[in-house]
T-cell receptor, first 117, second 111 residues
Framework: DAGVIQSPRHEVTEMGQEVTLRCKPI?????LFWYRQTMMRGLELLIY????????DSGMPEDRFSAKMPNASFSTLKIQPSEPRDSAVYFC???????????????FGSGTRLTVV | RKEVEQDPGPFNVPEGATVAFNCTYS??????FFWYRQDCRKEPKLLMS???SGNEDGRFTAQLNRASQYISLLIRDSKLSDSATYLC????????????FGAGTRLFVKA
């Protein structure tokens, strides 16, 4: 398995532009998570999906952020319009539950390093 | 008070030393516990799950104390390659799954 695949690895954009981050989870994982990591705030959960359905988006900073999961193998996180304070590393992670409903733990993608200038 | 708190770092230890990390959590609904390792400019990677009975993986031992609401990670005979940030992770079962990452503790192992 290739693991969780994110693209692009790096993104530099100007303030006000739209940014789209992409993620392909591990096949068979039914949970997908979007995280943001900064030095100041650490890892923050933005949103997660279960079976392609958004379950908890309370971590999405504001309406400029949106996420979709049109099918089990693809998700996007979009920022429109982007601002310098959105600069961070954005991680996608996927996971699944054991038959006894314990949690396996996440597999993270390599992340997208976003810089908004 | 943060929901998950870890030892402040960084920890600077010589090769071969034993080092222990502690992590406390505040929510009794916490169901699952993990330690993750994150190398500089890399993604977090699962190091080990933590079970009430304690579990060991080579030089690494994890313990969970539900009564006191803390988990620990012990690294024996530390190697230069153990240098990384260690993240304590707690998952709450609150109808959905809420995952809380600790801020991490930086470890430097020196020759």
């Amino acid at each position: 398995d290739a693991g969780v695949i994110q693209s692009p690895r790096h993104e530099v954009t100007e303030m006000g532009q739209e940014v789209t981050l992409r993620c392909k989870p591990i096949s068979g994982h039914d949970y997908l998570f979007w995280y943001r990591q900064t030095m100041m705030r650490g890892l923050e959960l933005l949103i997660y999906f279960n079976n392609n359905v958004p379950i908890d988006d309370s971590g999405m900073p504001e309406d400029r952020f949106s996420a979709k999961m049109p099918n089990a193998s693809f998700s996007t996180l979009k920022i429109q319009p982007s601002e310098p304070r959105d600069s961070a590393v954005y991680f996608c992670a996927s996971s699944s539950l054991t038959p006894g409903h314990s949690y396996y733990g996440y597999t993270f993608g390599s992340g997208t390093r976003l810089t908004v200038v | 008070r943060k929901e998950v708190e870890q030892d402040p770092g960084p920890f600077n230890v010589p090769e071969g030393a034993t080092v222990a990390f502690n992590c406390t959590y505040s929510n009794s609904a916490s169901q699952s516990f993990f330690w993750y390792r994150q190398d500089c400019r890399k993604e977090p990677k699962l190091l080990m799950s933590v079970y009430s009975s304690g579990n060991e993986d080579g030089r690494f031992t994890a313990q969970l104390n539900r009564a006191s609401q803390y988990i620990s990670l012990l690294i024996r005979d530390s190697k230069l390659s153990d240098s990384a940030t260690y993240l304590c992770v707690v998952i709450l079962n609150t109808g959905g799954f809420k995952t809380i990452f600790g801020a991490g503790t930086r470890l430097f192992v020196k020759a």
